[in-house]
């Protein structure tokens, strides 16, 4: 589990076929400190824009991660190529603060990030989610962008928005995205189960 709390910035250094079949094994570059403390294991679970993902080989300043060909389709990692950078945050610890909200690390979708227009001291970006997704989004609540966990500001149809505060922009990918890239999306969890309890109750109110 995370918080959607990006506590370092990484990139992408080397991408490399597995096998004889489409997975791949990505190696990622990191601040010497986010890999020290406490120091990182293989076998660890690190968030990768928004993707849990288990480290397989590690050094002072890097990771090895494994993707495979459905993590590579269902996400943006498939659109990566050397020098992406990647929002990185380690697993929740028991006594960790949980300064954004519960995020699983599984991704629902990927979106696209629509515009971004400058508001007061901060940037409002608008994001498109894919339809399937739209009904779980509702202003003022939680959603995690590549990882990122922010508040909604508004909704229309398909289509959200949220503010970035220039810090968010400085220490998160947002400050290199641009209208068209792609951005992962997970949907706040309790909305997930709100909504299949009220259509749990709406079934067995035809049955």
């Known amino acids: 589990m995370f918080t959607g709390i990006i506590t370092a910035l990484g990139s992408v250094r080397r991408i490399d076929p597995i096998g004889a079949g489409r997975d791949m094994r990505l190696v990622i570059g990191t601040p010497a400190a986010f890999l020290a403390d406490p120091p990182?294991?293989?076998?660890?679970?690190?968030?990768?824009?928004?993707?849990?993902?288990?480290?397989?080989?590690h050094g002072s300043d890097w990771f090895a991660i494994d993707a495979s060909a459905e993590t590579l389709?269902?996400?943006k990692l498939g659109t990566w190529t050397v020098g992406s950078q990647v929002n990185l945050e380690r697993s929740l610890r028991m006594g960790d603060e949980l300064g954004g909200h519960i995020v699983s690390g599984h991704v629902d979708g990927v979106g696209e990030a629509v515009s971004a227009t400058p508001e007061n001291a901060s940037i409002r970006w608008v994001f498109r989610v894919p339809a399937n997704l739209a009904r779980f989004i509702a202003a003022k609540g939680s959603i995690a962008v590549d990882g990122i966990s922010l508040t909604v500001n508004e909704v229309h149809a398909d289509t959200f928005g949220v503010n970035i505060i220039p810090h968010t922009a400085a220490?998160?990918?947002l400050g290199t995205t641009r209208p068209g890239d792609k951005v992962n999306i997970e949907i706040d969890m309790l909305a997930r189960y709100v909504a299949r309890l009220v259509d749990t109750r709406e079934e067995a109110g035809n049955t």
Do not use: F, K, N, W
């Not at 968030?47 to 288990?54: D, R």
């Open 73 to 75: 389709a269902h996400t």
């Open 171 to 173: 220490v998160t990918s």
């Open 40 to 57: 990182v294991e293989l076998g660890a679970s690190i968030a990768c824009s928004g993707c849990c993902l288990t480290v397989v080989e």
